[in-house]
């Protein structure tokens, strides 16, 4: 996201925990700081993607707020369910800065290339101030109206992405239980209305064995809890998400964390 803002022509900083993932960032042009506040400082729009709530909550001090310029916008694209977001949509309001929750629908390859999906919901003002960055980083942005509708459609989203991925896991164990080679029941989808090229990436990773994390596997467990949080203070049961929710707590459990969330294949039909 930080090279596509770059490249866009948008003077941009980073800043990360571990300054040396950063570090590469400098080759496009990013200036790369020791803390967030510095990396902050008289920017614009400061730009969160971080793995939870609690995180974002440590990094977005006062001091950090603060030292945006007047006027500045917080673009908030961290996945932090429904209650984080409304914590941090306050903690924004409380620093007297515009903010955008827009968390990002798309893994690490939509990301190199520019073609995430953005789901918007904040400010006007915020928006507008945002918009270059949200054309730098993504394809299409989905405005949802009021702070916090982002993070909503975020879960439901995910709520789809993650189940295919438990779905994909499971028809490859089906496959393999009746006898069936793993690649027919890709080509058996293929092209097919059912058929779609996440399933087919995910389904292919299974086969292969490759596991490198696109997608983390303990973020999209964190999501599936999520998830289940907002369904029940919604009044609602979801099923299919509670077993997607069990499969991949097995599979952290099993140590699979840093591995992508292809990875719960291993942990399925055992």
Not at 67 to 74: F, P, R, S, T
Not at 106 to 120: C, M, N, Q, S
Not at 180 to 188: D, G, I, N, P, V
């Amino acid at each position: 996201m930080a090279r596509n803002i770059a490249r866009a022509g948008i003077a941009t900083a980073a800043w990360n925990r571990r300054r040396e993932r950063a570090e590469p960032l400098a080759g496009d042009g990013v200036q790369v700081f020791d803390t967030p506040a510095e990396a902050a400082a008289g920017r614009d729009v400061v730009v969160t993607m971080l793995p939870d709530a609690d995180v974002v909550r440590a990094v977005m001090t006062s001091e950090v707020l603060g030292a945006l310029a007047d006027g500045g916008a917080w673009l908030q694209c961290s996945t932090v369910g429904v209650e984080g977001a409304a914590e941090l949509i306050s903690l924004a309001a409380g620093a007297g800065v515009g903010f955008l929750d827009a968390p990002v629908s798309g893994t690490k390859a939509p990301a190199e290339a520019g073609k995430l999906v953005i789901l918007a919901s904040g400010d006007e003002a915020a928006a507008e101030l945002c918009r270059p960055v949200l054309e730098a980083v993504g394809s299409k942005t989905v405005w949802l109206g009021e702070a916090g509708n982002g993070s909503r459609m975020k879960l439901v989203t995910n709520d789809w992405v993650l189940g295919v991925t438990a779905l994909m896991a499971e028809g490859m164990r089906l496959c393999e239980g009746l006898g069936l080679s793993r690649e027919s029941f890709l080509q058996a989808i293929e092209g097919a209305p059912v058929d779609s090229p996440y399933a087919q990436a995910k389904g292919r990773m299974m086969i292969d064995g490759d596991f490198d994390p696109r997608f983390p596997l303990q973020h999209g467990a964190k999501d599936t809890r999520l998830i289940l949080r907002a369904a029940r203070e919604a009044g609602l049961e979801l099923p299919v998400a509670e077993a997607t929710a069990a499969h991949f707590a097995d599979s952290l459990a099993a140590g699979r964390g840093e591995e992508d969330v292809a990875a719960i294949y291993r942990d399925t039909a055992r």
